[in-house]
Every structure is written in C-alpha cells, then in structure tokens.
C-alpha cells in the first residue's frame, strides 16, 4: 500500500465518523434480525443459544462504537440510525430463495456476518490512516467477534440443511 500523506485530516475523520455511524446502524438491524428469529427456532436450539451470545456481542459493539465516537466529540445521543436499503436487499435475497425459514435466515445470518466482517475492517484501516490508534483495539475485538459468528454459522449450515430435510420429510413445520 502507498502512504497517504497528502491527504486532508478532515476527509478520513469525516470518513470515520460516518464509518462509525452506519456500523452503528447496522448493529442495530443485527439486533433486530436476531429478536425477529428468536422466537422462532425453537427446534434448532444450538443456533438460538448462539444468537442469544451474539446479541449480547452485539451491544458490546453499540457500547464500543459509542465510546469511539464520544472520544471523537461526537455524541451518540444524536445518533439516527437509519434502516439500510443494503438489509431489505439481504431479506430479498432470502426471500427468493427457496426453503424454509431456518434455511433463508441462515444464508441471510452468514451474509450479514460478512457485511459486518467488512465493515470493521474498512473502519480498522481508516482509524490507521487517520492515527486514531485508541480505536483499533475495540474495533479489532468487535472484528473478531463477526467473524467467530460467520465462522459459525459456515460450520453448521450443512447440520442445519440436514435437520430442516428430515423434519420436512416427518411433515413437521418449523415450528412444531
Ligand atoms: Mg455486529
Ligand atoms: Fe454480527
């Protein structure tokens, strides 16, 4: 890579700061992907308990990006998150899908993981560039975090996919 020196403080700050805030968003719609399956995969109880871990991982991120953010000045009170038009395409994605509902919040689950995967390590590299090293820590920890998830979630579709066949051959819903 070629240094940056030419460039202005102000644009990888302001670049940062909008970085941080739609990673915040995007926290937010986890949150909201997570309580929307929870309640509804009670037959694969090892994805519902490590959703339940991630969605404590997640408002460790909240808190993460809050406190970057209010080390930068910037209030996370006045923090609007917005719904991404990125996550109505995710659901999309998984509604053409054929299958199920375990099946299609999987595929959605893993490529949200991976959004996220490259999120942190976009905000990762402009914290370098922009020499806000008390950030990259937390970032680095919020990084590994999704990929462990993603990782997850990988190992397991293949245990998933069989489990949700055999309950459709026994003529089970995905909620009985
Ligand atoms: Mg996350
Ligand atoms: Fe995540």
Do not use: C
């Not at 994805?47 to 997640?58: S, V, Y």
């Not at 996220?116 to 914290?127: F, H, V």
Request: overall charge negative; charged content about 25%; aromatic content about 6%.
């Amino acid at each position: 890579m070629q240094s940056q020196g030419s460039m202005s403080n102000e644009t990888v700050r302001d670049f940062f700061v909008v970085g941080l805030r739609n990673a915040h968003a995007v926290e937010n719609e986890a949150l909201t992907l997570i309580d929307r399956q929870l309640g509804r995969i009670e037959n694969y109880p090892d994805m519902a308990q490590r959703l339940r871990e991630h969605r404590n991982e997640t408002e460790e991120q909240q808190r993460r990006l809050e406190t970057i953010l209010e080390s930068l000045g910037e209030s996370h009170s006045t923090l609007k998150d917005t719904a991404l038009s990125l996550m109505g395409n995710m659901a999309a994605m998984g509604n053409a899908m054929a299958g199920d509902e375990i099946i299609k919040n999987t595929f959605a689950n893993f490529a949200f993981e991976n959004f996220e995967i490259a999120s942190y390590r976009s905000l990762i590299a402009a914290a370098e560039q922009g020499g806000f090293t008390q950030a990259v820590a937390p970032l680095q920890a919020s990084l590994r975090e999704e990929q462990h998830m993603a990782s997850w979630i990988e190992q397991n579709i293949p245990s998933i996919t069989q489990r949700h066949i055999v309950r459709e051959d026994r003529g089970m819903t995905a909620k009985r």
